[in-house]
């Protein structure tokens, strides 16, 4: 079935920093690959999308790009902000509906 | 328009006690998910209601749980008795796709209950 790996955490960088979180995948097809952000004490929300291959997700100055070749689904932003600490999920469904998830990676930014 | 809702935000139980989770999902939503996150691991599938129908219950760990959809509205997800291994964070989810598929398939999440089995 399909699934996906996302680096360890935690991440901790200093507010302005660049940030790269690693999202490999493994699928049958083309599924939409999706990043979700979980800020404290909140739910899941979806943060960006990518459909196809080649697609840019982007939302809140972060992007991801739908990357087939390596199979890859990375998160980055350029400027990293103390509100963008959060635990940070990359998902893909699987064969139906279902939402296979990453194990997280926690992000905290300092000012 | 109000979003998914979870109640309790925090459980703390004893073993071997009963703990009933509930989840109210974006109204018209036919499609309700329950997943959970265990000791800081990826986030699992339970288990997807249509409507009041379980349409996949392939995720649910064992007979110690039972989720319910009565009128195809809110659910709960019991947990009878309760084992240590089952603390986590319960996250319900609520999409309106038909059968959970299509382009009305994104799944908007609840902020979780966070069950603690002491």
């Known amino acids: 079935g399909n699934s996906v790996t996302q680096m360890e955490g935690p991440v901790t960088l200093s507010e302005e920093a660049f940030l790269t979180i690693n999202c490999t995948y493994t699928a049958t097809g083309y599924p939409s690959l999706f990043w979700y952000v979980q800020y404290p004490g909140e739910g899941l929300q979806l943060l960006l999308k990518a459909t196809k291959a080649d697609d840019k997700g982007s939302n809140k100055g972060f992007e991801a790009t739908y990357r087939k070749e390596t199979t890859s689904f990375h998160l980055e932003k350029g400027s990293v902000q103390v509100s963008d600490s959060a635990v940070y999920f990359c998902?893909?469904?699987?064969?139906?509906?279902?939402?296979?998830f990453g194990s997280g990676t926690r992000l905290l930014v300092r000012p | 328009e109000a979003g998914v809702t979870q109640f309790p935000s925090h459980s703390v139980i004893e073993k071997g006690q009963t703990v009933t989770l509930r989840c109210d999902p974006i109204s018209g939503h036919d499609n309700l998910y329950w997943y959970r996150r265990v000791m800081g691991k990826e986030i699992k599938f339970l288990l997807h209601f249509v409507k009041e129908s379980k349409q996949d219950e392939s995720g649910m760990p064992n007979n110690r749980f039972l989720a319910e959809r009565t009128g195809g509205t809110y659910s709960t997800l019991k947990v009878q008795p309760a084992e240590l291994e089952d603390s986590g964070v319960y996250f319900c989810?609520?999409?309106?796709?038909?059968?959970?598929?299509?382009?009305?398939?994104?799944?908007?999440f609840g902020p979780g209950t966070r069950l603690t089995v002491l």
């Open positions: 998902a893909l469904p699987d064969s139906s509906y279902k939402l296979i």
């Open positions: 989810a609520s999409s309106q796709g038909p059968r959970g598929r299509g382009a009305n398939n994104e799944q908007f």
